[in-house]
């Protein structure tokens, strides 16, 4: 700044102030872009948006401008998407799982991207290494393939007759086509004495003939692992457990508030809130590359008691005692 410009900014005392302060404010406004794999009118999308701007006010980035799109669990539509946040160059792209972070990872290799959810991420070619990343990406994941284990555990518990569980999964959205989860879940299986069974979905249609064969068959169980499409079809799947009367675990926390038997997992918000320090670094003028991908700290289970005695299940009172939330 020239001297005389100095001076006359100086000299405009009180009253300018307020103008330049505001100028000031303009001046740092930055851009974000969220790719969310919901429809704008969805409640949990809505939860972990608010989770999201909280995050970012917080850190101080009131004013900061947030580009949200939807793409509904519609491939076509994601994608349509991410090229639209390749042209519009955002300051940051946030990515909620998998199925949204694919596509902006082949749009962009310069524009910063944090992700939240993305299983594997060096498996996928995402990021080079979990502690170094090398490149535009980086983030938090939310799930690993132990976790398997555990949904098979608890599911044991409730129901310690159970002769064989189904992993239900769509191989079009899964990580890794749904072979993620697919050898802890059959080694749990067997260890545990039960019959693993892999349930392959693509449409609402297939979930119903999945799930209403495992209701024909007494002792059977099921595990509803994380991807956009049970994210979609979350209502659906907790129905049609209800109705066939089938004992079923689920990675995600909503599903059993809305009236499934158990969930174990991640609390998604909170690790909304945690990928928004990510967001706020690189906007501060931190490098992805730099950035260490994170794993989650910490696993909530939840079990709904009403749904359990629909089912006609006594949950094991140190099932409950271990439990992060209780559902009456």
Same mark, same amino acid.
């Given at each position: ?13 009180? !009253? #300018?102030?307020? +103008? ?5 404010? %303009?001046?740092? &406004?930055? *851009? $974000? =872009?969220? /790719? ?111 976790? !398997? #284990?555990?949904? +098979? ?5 409730? %129901?310690?007759? &159970?002769? *064989? $569980? =189904?992993? /239900? ?131 909530? /289970? ?27």
């Amino acid at each position: 700044m020239r001297r005389r410009e100095f001076i006359a900014l100086a000299g405009g005392a009180v !009253a #300018g102030w307020p +103008l330049a302060a505001h100028a000031q404010q %303009t001046s740092r &406004i930055r *851009r $974000v =872009a969220a /790719l969310w794999p919901f429809t704008e009118e969805d409640a949990e999308g809505q939860i972990l948006l608010t989770a999201f701007r909280q995050g970012l006010g917080e850190l101080g980035w009131t004013d900061v401008r947030i580009e949200n799109r939807w793409g509904g669990g519609n491939i076509e539509r994601t994608r349509a998407h991410a090229a639209e946040f390749a042209e519009l160059l955002p300051d940051v792209i946030f990515a909620y799982l998998n199925a949204q972070l694919a596509p902006l990872s082949r749009q962009t290799r310069t524009t910063p991207i944090v992700f939240v959810g993305a299983s594997d991420p060096v498996g996928a070619g995402y990021v080079a290494s979990l502690a170094h990343p090398g490149g535009n990406i980086t983030g938090f994941t939310l799930y690993e393939p132990t976790l !398997a #284990g555990k949904w +098979l555990g608890v599911l044991k518990e409730v %129901t310690p007759g &159970i002769a *064989r $569980v =189904a992993l /239900l999964i769509n191989p079009d959205t899964a990580i890794l086509r749904g072979t993620f989860y697919s050898k802890e879940f059959e080694t749990a299986a067997v260890s545990l004495g039960i019959e693993p069974v892999m349930a392959k979905v693509f449409s609402p249609a297939d979930i119903e003939a999945a799930i209403a064969a495992l209701g024909q068959q007494p002792g059977s169980g099921l595990i509803v692992a994380p991807d956009t499409f049970s994210e979609i079809n979350g209502d659906l799947i907790v129905s049609l457990a209800a109705q066939h009367r089938v004992p079923a675990v689920y990675a995600i926390r909503r599903f059993a508030i809305r009236g499934g038997l158990m969930s174990y997992g991640p609390n998604t918000p909170a690790a909304i809130r945690r990928a928004t320090s990510y967001v706020d670094r690189i906007l501060r003028g931190e490098k992805p590359a730099d950035l260490p991908v994170q794993a989650p700290t910490k696993f909530e /289970l939840i079990v709904n008691i009403k749904a359990a005695k629909a089912l006609g299940l006594a949950v094991p009172e140190s099932l409950l005692l271990r439990a992060d939330e209780v559902i009456e």
